[in-house]
């Protein structure tokens, strides 16, 4: 991938003196711990608070020594591979966007906006409408080369012509090849009623109503790729200089995005083949991350993940909370969270430029 137009979207993190240097680390570790906290508060609220609430105290009591009563029952068998889901979905989808971002640099990048979400979504369908393919095991290897795909054509699309891969060119582009595979996706749901009855409840992007078993089957690959992503952190910011800067700094520019491309197919391919598209939650999380520490994406990569799972989390709280007794599946409420902050980031009048 190349910047593009958008070089001066994302600036290159500032050399500080020293002591400014350590000031800033300290205030940006101590931001980490506090977000961290934050998600340890956002686990407990997610295995306390539902349909039927449970006290703090007995969440933590019975995960420790869990018992054959109905609290015990709720706690282990349903909230526990939800919340667990939210902390893999949500450090994923927060990583990728991030990843994007930097690889990009472009403001407006997010798996959902660009496509990749759209490319997993079909290439699944495709797999359970056409191939009758059931096993998450196999699913998830369709997903990955469904989002692989999707980045590659929407770049294509978005960086063709004079101008190049500007923001919103690429967002456009996302756009019109998420609505054409939404388009396909529903063709062949349609046409199928057992993909159909599946697709309808998972194409939301809800953490509910899956099972440990999705769990072990999808959070290795969403780890490979956080490995993989948080690895890439110096070379990012080296290649934020230009790519000439960044091989005098021992860098290998293709290297660096070959491997933020398989980062980013991991964690979107495994997060949407868990629980179905999830929008805006790396565009909301990797600008609140910026805003936070600045530039540098070691920095912003850390929070990203935890501040990920958070946003995720309380989500699904709220959406837990606001049809009482029924629910709001997660995806809805992200979306309607992320699309003010997209539109506030494509008002901007130096990326509006088209």
Known sequence: MTAGEGVGLLAPPPVRPKGGR?????????????????????????????????????????LLHPDNSDAAHVIHDLRVPRTLLGIGVGASLALAGALMQALTRNPLADPGILGVEAGAVIAIAAAVGLFGLQ???GLVWFSFAGS?????????????????????????AGTAV???????????????????????????GALSGHDMTVV??????????????MSLGNSLNALALGDDAGRALGVRPGRTRVLGVIAVTLLCGAATAAVGPIGFVGLVVAQAARLAVGQDNRWVLLYSVLLGPVLLLVSDIVGRLVLWPAELEAGVVTAFVGMPVFLALVRRRRIAQL
């Open 22 to 62: 350590a000031r800033g680390t300290a205030l940006r570790s101590a931001g980490a711990l506090l977000a961290f906290l934050l998600l340890v508060l956002a686990v407990l609220a997610s295995l306390a608070i539902g349909s039927k609430a449970i006290p703090a105290g007995d969440v933590v009591r019975l």
């Open 135 to 137: 096993d998450l095991g």
């Open 148 to 172: 692989a795909a999707a980045a590659v054509v929407v770049y294509l699309i978005g960086s063709s012509g004079r101008s190049g891969a500007t923001p919103v060119r690429l967002a456009l």
């Open 178 to 204: 998420s609505a054409a595979l939404a388009s396909a996706t529903q063709a062949i749901a349609l046409t199928d009623p057992e993909a159909f009855k599946q697709y309808r409840y998972w194409g939301t």
């Open 216 to 229: 072990t089957r999808t959070v290795p690959f969403m780890v490979g790729g956080l490995i993989v992503a």
